[in-house]
């Protein structure tokens, strides 16, 4: 193990000099080939800080404007994600599957998609709008508080009626 190096007047001066042009403390540590430990406590001994603490508040709030501004544009897009959803429930959509005794390949059309399929997307959408709704919670309005509930109870329900799908009686024609 190799013995320290004794900080002398020479590291004391470069300390004050480098911390007096706005370096870091480990920019300092480096360049004067010493450890950030021994840089704060020549820096305590000089009566000097780096404290950091304004720049620190100002990136923390920077990054949470941001990612508030992230959050509110996936909850728009999750909300057109349950739109588009929503609108294939009645659209005519082709069915593909392996029938038969050798496993070919049949497609239908169809009017629009068979029950099970159609609470699958309902449930897709619900679980859609409830988490849009977590990340950016309906505002405003005089009824507001009434509206997110109706929302949180609709996205609850659909994501319970797709959780359920496995339970059903096997019919797929909506009964």
Sequence with gaps: MTKPRPITETDRRAV???HAAGMTR???AKKLNRSPSTVSKLAAELGLTFDRGAEVVAATEARRIDLAAR???LAETLHEDAEKLRAQLWEPCTIGEFAGKEGDWHTA????PRFGDQRAILGAAGIAIDRSLKLQPAQGGENADQMTSMLGQLG???TAAFANEGQDDGGD???
């Design 26 to 28: 480990n920019a300092i």
């Design 173 to 175: 024609d909506g009964g």
């Design 156 to 158: 609850s329900v659909l």
């Design 71 to 73: 959050r509110v544009t």
């Design 109 to 112: 059309n169809l009017d629009r």
């Design 16 to 18: 004050r000099r480098h």
